[in-house]
């Protein structure tokens, strides 16, 4: 595949950009693979780049049951941040994050990057109290945060409402080099990479069934027919609960439509990401000019994909209360995704009752700004059949165990 450069766009424009070649191929199943991903979102994607990138296993299906990118990675409000409270969290996060800094230059492939940094506001004592809690675990953990004033805080945003009306703003948590990246280039980035490196990406075909021989997966059913395989990844968000029950085992994890809305484009007035964890939203600024709001979950599980129109009023409701230029601006979009949530708020990476059968899910509602270090830890599982270092601490029998991540704080809104 020819790389993408300055040179290229300049050698296209002469001739009318009719030279690009596709970006990766739409290949007709074969009837065997080492490994199959199912899910072609961020997560799936990563888990067979770096299958080929760190391990050369390129033998590699990922089986889309819609077009890829289309699940809950086209969907977020994408974060990116690392200063989580644990340290098996924190570690696998601030991969990512490191990851997220080199990524267009590894794949050849524009992800818009913007390290403008976080701030996650604390509105009340015991905020301000856990924040800096979380500034000091950071500090052990080698994740740059830091607890800033109010005055600091209006300097970053001046379009904060610093004193109220309910809840001032006492300080914030900043995360000076988190962000936001282009969702959907983030998918189309590893899927073009993979499909360089050989593997195949199957979209529309949806899988239906999995295969079992002696106790380990042999392959599985999908739209387009049965496909064998060595070993198998779940990699499907909020249906991963039905693959697993497919493949005849259960998960501890809740599948729930998160919402999320734009508005119409404005100038730039926000170069920040702006979390509001008391009064319940967040938002930071698109570079088209659109307001990024992002709201809760439903009330109750289900597997909608469409947005509510409570939401709006709760969501928009909430941040007029900080942001009071909002209640100028008219919303454009509304919608949902489905995100898979644990007990903990933390994922699930893991080995499963099936033989060479791995899942990565549990991701909820901060799972976009894990994508690469996710797919590292994932394809290191696969590859080797145990989990290295930065999965070892999230596999499945902690719910058994009772050795539970407790990461609802630092999840607690929906990002
Ligand atoms: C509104 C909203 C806002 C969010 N905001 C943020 C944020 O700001 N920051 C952040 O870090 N995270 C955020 N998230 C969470 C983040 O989007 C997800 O955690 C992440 O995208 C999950 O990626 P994934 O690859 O696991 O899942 P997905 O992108 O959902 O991919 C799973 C894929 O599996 C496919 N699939 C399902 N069933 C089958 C089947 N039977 N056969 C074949 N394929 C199948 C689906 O079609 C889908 O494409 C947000 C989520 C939502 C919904």
Redesign the pocket.
Known sequence: MKRYSAFAIAREGARYHQGWERAWRAPEPKKKYDVVI?????????TAFYLGKNFGITDVAI???????????????????SNYLQDPSAAIYEKARALYETMSQDLNYNVMFSPRGVLMLAQTQHELRAYKRTAHANALQGVSTEVISPDRVRQLCPIIAIDGPRYPVLGALWQARGG?AR?DAV?WGYARACSDMGMDILQQ????GVRQKAGKVSG?E??RGFIGCDKLAI??????G??AQ?AGFGLPVESI????LVSEPIKPCLDV?VMANTVHG?ISQSDKGEMVI??GTDHSINYS?RGAFYHIEETVRALVETFPMISRLKMLRQ??????MTGDRSPILSKTPLGNCFV??G?????????PG?GWAMAELVARGEPGPLAAAFGMDRFRQGRFIDESVAAGV??
């Open positions: 199912v899910g072609a979102g961020g997560h799936g994607l990563a089986v889309e049951k819609g077009w890829l990118g289309g699940g809950n990675t086209g969907r977020n409000t994408t974060i990116i941040r936001t969702h998918a075909c949806e899988v239906t599985v999908t739209a990699v499907t968000a909020g249906h991963t039905q693959i497919m439509s998160l919402q999320a990401v967040y992002g709201g994909q919608w949902g995704g489905i995100v898979d990565n899910c991701w909820g509602t901060g799972g976009f700004k894990s994508i996710s929906a990002h």
